[in-house]
């Protein structure tokens, strides 16, 4: 399984992507997340799914912006070219994919600025090459292991939260996968961009670099369920008491 999260927020862009790959018994660590750059053109990419898919449509993607980058004035168009190649991909390999019981699951979260945007710009692309664009009602996306992260995200992050505010906050919402699923871990690929910066900065964050902010967040939630209001409580816990005195 896998755990990427893309936010779009006001200042920027960011995008988290673990590194755990498990197949059957056997567990891996590999990049799922690639930033490509030219001048005035940023954009990730970041991917769940089959390993093999992956890397074969990356590797695509690739020789198409080396070769077509110029035509690629708006992020949207390179998301359309990044599809075509995963389209590409299932007619190669689809029909194999499935003979051998296997799913063709390729998912991505595209993010960035190309020179024409009138913003940053976050995508959705689903296995069929469609894609939906993220905007500010619901301002990110995870693919991969979506559930234990989600309530976080959806009660503390908004389109106004800061850069650094939404990384503390995506970092917590892996941190509450990690501790509920066995396949999502570290080491964790961290990339931000600021608006009309035309630049993607990329981080590792080790498992002993967010120890103590692990333990920390934990403790805080411990001693705010204690401090939680307990009169609610009462009546129900009265019923409890006269059945049991009956």
Request: proline share 3%; with cysteine; charged share 25%.
């Amino acid at each position: 399984m896998t755990y990427c999260l893309g936010i779009k927020v006001a200042s920027g862009l960011v995008a988290i992507a673990d590194r755990r790959l498990t197949s059957g018994s056997e567990v891996s660590s590999n990049r799922k997340i690639s930033v490509h750059e030219v001048e005035n053109h940023s954009l990730f990419i970041m991917t769940s799914g089959l390993r093999s898919v992956r890397d074969k449509a990356i590797t695509y993607f690739k020789e198409v912006i080396s070769e077509q980058d110029r035509s690629f004035n708006k992020l949207y168009k390179a998301v359309n070219a990044f599809g075509e190649q995963v389209k590409r991909v299932a007619q190669e390999d689809k029909e194999s994919i499935t003979a051998s019981g296997l799913n063709f699951n390729l998912n991505a979260i595209v993010g960035g600025q190309l020179e024409d945007d009138e913003e940053h710009k976050l995508f959705m692309l689903y296995p069929e090459g469609n894609w939906v664009e993220v905007d500010q009602g619901s301002p990110f996306k995870i693919i991969g292991n979506s559930g234990y992260g989600k309530p976080l995200l959806f009660r503390n992050l908004s389109y106004e939260t800061s850069l650094p505010e939404a990384l503390k906050i995506g970092f917590l919402a892996f941190d509450a996968t990690r501790v509920s699923a066995n396949d999502v871990d570290y080491p964790l690929d961290v990339v931000i961009y600021p608006k009309d910066s035309f630049h993607m900065t990329e981080y590792r964050l080790e498992k002993e670099d967010m120890d103590e902010v692990s333990h920390q967040w934990s403790a805080l939630l411990s001693n705010s369920v204690r401090k939680l209001p307990t009169d609610w409580m009462d009546p129900i816990f009265e019923k409890v008491r006269s059945v049991k005195n009956v």
